[in-house]
Structure formats: C-alpha cells, structure tokens
C-alpha cells in the first residue's frame, strides 16, 4: 500500500469514474442566457468534462484545480475558448478582476475543502467581486445536514476499465472536521495507493447565510437538478446566489 496524491493517480481514469451528467448542465443552462456571450469560472473543474459540455462559440470559459494533473488532462481535451488554470480557489478569486464572470460553478463538494467558515467568508468576498451585476454562483455540497452523512459514511465503489476506486469518512481528531479516506486499487497490477483529505462538513443552510452575509441577494437552496427545494433527506444540495 502506497500513500500518494489520489488525484494525480485517477486523472486519465476521471471522466470515466465521474463522468458529468447532462442533468447538471441543464441546470446550469437555466442561469446562462442562450444565444448571448457568456463568461463562466468553474471551480473544482477536474479532468474539464462538464466545461466541455457548456462549450459553443459564445461563451468564454474557465476552469481551475488545484491538481496539476487534472488540469492537464482537461487541457488535453480543451476546445479553442476554455482555458483551464491549476490554481487554488479562494486565491484565484481574490486575484481575479472585478466583474469579470457572468457564472461562477463550484460543483462536486469542491467548497468543502475550504478549511473552516473564515475561509469561506473570503471565498464568497471574493465571488462577489470576481461576478459581474446580475451575476450567479452555483455551489454543490453533499447534504451534511443528513445524519449518516459524516463519521462512518461509506460511498459506493467506484471503478473504470483500469482502476477500482473506495472512500470513505471519518471524524477528525479536532472533532469538527472529516477526514475523507480514498483508496485507489489498480486492477492491473495489484497495487493499492491510499491517500487522506480533511474536509469542513459546511451546511448547506450555513453556506446559504455566509452568501447573504457577503452581499449576494436570492439565494436559494435546491435538491436535485429538477430545481426541487432542499430538503432534510437529499444527498446533495445546490445553493444559487445573485450578485
């Protein structure tokens, strides 16, 4: 068993383990205007699948992660107008210029690696700025409201054609953070490479206030991409907020 960075390992597999559902970009189409010259930022984008999706002559799109081998993989497969960027989130936004995005995206439980709810203060500072007027930020967050949602929580295996992919969650030994266990199997060759990440289990309803705090204004929490409202039962939530 060798300990490593997860992602470096699964990034050529990654579209296959997680491939982008057509289900997310139709929800994300309802706060793109058609036909109109949009400027979207996705964060957490990995391998750059659901930005590819979004892609047509129209739209100027970016892409940041923080692993420099997704950001590779998504370059690879980059059309013309997206511009994929290994960076660190909160940094990104506060360094962007203002009123520079019409939609902002941070899907995938990307926003919980954020450290605690100081860094997620700047996050949303820097959003707002980073937004044009009119502008929009989709968050999603599993639903950690939900009570089997936290310490013990297994997720379903995971596997492409070459790799087998577990994880699952602990309580960290400050008592408030998780500790996010991966294990990647490769089929091949037998070997087992683990890896461990300490996440903020933020609520959906603390991540919809923090967004008001900041100056964000109809914030919303749904339940599904059928734009349900959030309820006590889903697996994840989304939060939309305006600038």
Known sequence: MVIMNIYQIIASEYRELFPSSLLKVDFTMRYVRPYEEASILDIGCASGEFLCQLASPGRKLSGIDIDSAMIAEASAFAAENIHFLQADMTGFLQKSRESEYDLVTCFGNTVVYLKDEDALNTFFNGALKALKKGGRIIIQVLNFGRKDIGEGFTFEPLESCRLGFDRFYSLNEDGVHLDFHTSVTDKITGEVFTDTHVL???????????????????????????????????????????K
Do not use: K
Request: one cysteine or more; a negative charge.
């Open 200 to 242: 903020y289990p933020f609520a959906s309803t603390t991540i919809a206030d923090r967004a008001r705090q900041a100056g964000f204004s109809n914030v919303e929490r749904f339940g599904s991409y059928d734009n349900d409202a959030a309820c006590e039962s889903d697996f994840f939530h989304l939060i939309v907020a305006e």
